[in-house]
């Protein structure tokens, strides 16, 4: 018996013990209930521990009638599914969070003990607990659980409903940048394109596309891609993984703020238009006050860059601050 290999894997075992509970305390965000819809198409609901303030980068919050930590938003055309807002919130650390609301969607956002976010989009009358295998499969590679192998079976598995829980893309998006599959980016931003919806940002972020600004919004080219071999027996069975897709051009982007932490690493390197350089230089303001956590986020001294990047002001269309959770 190998003593030195057994006493090292016993090391490892308490490390281990606490990367599973970390997926552990995903899950449990995960299942927390939320609203199912607003009247409105679209809102966000907060979860976990004490919130403050909330703002959106367009559109009306209101909480008529509603518990204090949901929020309906208002955007200008209901039937519009491109339409997005940038929410910001105030955490209990003094840092700033930020989650993108879209039309048809309903954002989950639970606030942790540590300061660190989770956010999930679900479409509108969906079960609450949709969504799990994307908060287990984040927290798996978030927790550094899986493979490459694993990468790219679970990317296979999470793209198949990416078009109902829209978080999915931007997790999807940050597998396939940890194995530089430029194609498979393309590939999510084409299929969020043909069911007319916004390509969240951090795909075009990762290589998935070039980016373009008009209006303070953000529109997107992205090229079109060949049918390659399947890498995976669970590729093999999802088609939509490997098979060509078509060119796409000035498809709106959802968000202004990168979905996730990763994301902000690929904004220096981004194939931006001259049209979105302002934009990247807005965004390279507010990242040396990036926060930890999966999710975007930044600490209490880069408020002011952040609200910048949003487009948020203080003229802006303000609610009260929210009441603690209970």
């Known amino acids: 018996m190998n003593l030195t290999a057994l006493k090292n894997a016993g090391n490892h075992l308490p490390a281990l013990a606490e990367k599973h509970r970390e997926v552990d305390a995903y899950l449990a965000a995960a299942g927390e209930e939320v609203r199912d819809h607003f009247e409105t198409g679209c809102g966000i609901c907060f979860t976990g521990t ?35 807002a940038d929410i910001l919130v105030n955490l209990a650390d003094g840092s700033i969070a930020s989650a993108c609301v879209v039309q048809n969607f309903i954002t989950a956002l639970h606030s942790y003990e540590n300061g660190a976010v ?51 893309g931007a997790i999807v998006a940050q597998f396939y940048d940890s194995i530089r599959d430029t194609k498979g980016l393309r590939s999510i931003a ?15 972020l990762f290589g998935g596309g070039k980016l373009y600004a ?15 071999p399947p890498r995976s027996q669970t590729e093999q069975q999802r088609r939509y993984t490997f098979e060509a897709t078509p060119e796409v051009t000035q498809h709106p982007v959802a968000g202004r703020i990168p979905w996730m932490r990763q994301a902000w690493g690929a904004i220096e390197t981004a194939d931006c238009d001259t049209s979105a350089e302002t934009w990247r230089a807005l965004a390279l303001s507010a990242l040396p006050h990036l ?17 910048a990047l949003a487009g948020v002001t203080s003229n802006s269309e303000d609610p009260a601050p929210l009441m603690a959770h209970d």
Request: net charge negative; glycine share 10%.
């Open 50 to 84: 004490t919130v403050g303030e909330v703002r959106a980068s367009r559109g009306w919050l209101s909480q008529d009638y509603l518990p204090p930590n949901w929020y309906r938003l208002e955007l200008s055309d209901e039937h519009n599914p491109l339409l997005w």
């Open 118 to 168: 989770n956010v999930l989009h679900r479409p509108l009358f969906s079960h609450y607990g949709e969504g799990g295998d994307v908060i287990e499969m984040l927290g798996k590679m978030q927790a550094g659980l899986l493979t490459e192998e694993q990468i790219v079976d679970a990317a296979a598995d999470l793209r198949w409903g990416k078009h109902r829980v829209l978080t999915m």
């Open 291 to 307: 926060g930890t956590g999966p999710f975007s986020q930044v600490r209490r001294e880069g408020r002011d860059a952040l609200f």
């Open 214 to 228: 008009k209006d303070g919004d953000l529109f997107a080219d992205i090229p079109a891609t060949e049918a390659r």
């Open 190 to 204: 084409a299929f969020y394109a043909e069911h007319q919806q916004p390509i969240p940002l951090d795909v075009v």
